[in-house]
């Protein structure tokens, strides 16, 4: 039987990395809304765009702070920019020292939207009913341009 030392030793280094952080917090630090209800209404067809960056917000010996920065528009081909929602979320993560910037910059890049994604969709869907408007049916993983 392995133990479990053994089994994380046998994992590649960024399993390793990934299984060591802590996500100590996920904070909404920025968000704007503009919605344009009669326009979305006259509009039989309407378009889906989700565009994302992420980056490294800030770091320290045993710690990391990263940004995500989201845009949700829907359009129609003759009405563009029915709605457009941005949101901003700072995610801070501890991790134990030394680690590698290469794992930081690949955990940016990717897991990252991944664990913020329930929170764009939850928030998305709250803005949206509170407009009284249909919710948008957005993907279960956003993903620029989709």
Known sequence: ????TARIAQQSPYTSFLR????FSISL?????????????????????????TELAGHSEESFDVRA???IRISAPKAKDL?????????H????????????????????R???????RE????????MHVPPAILPVTGSQGT
């Open 83 to 91: 709605f457009t929602l941005t949101a901003s979320y700072l995610l």
């Open 114 to 120: 991944l664990i913020v994604w329930p929170y764009v």
């Open 29 to 53: 630090t920025d968000s704007s809304f503009h919605g344009d209800r009669e326009q979305y209404f006259e509009q039989s067809k309407h378009e889906l765009d989700v565009d994302w960056t």
């Open 1 to 4: 039987m392995t133990t479990k």
């Open 93 to 112: 993560v501890h991790a134990p020292p030394p680690f590698d910037p290469k794992h930081v910059k690949r955990f940016t890049d990717s897991e990252v």
């Open 20 to 23: 060591s952080l802590d996500l």
């Open 123 to 130: 928030y998305a869907t709250s803005v949206f009913g509170r």
């Open 69 to 71: 920065n989201v845009t």
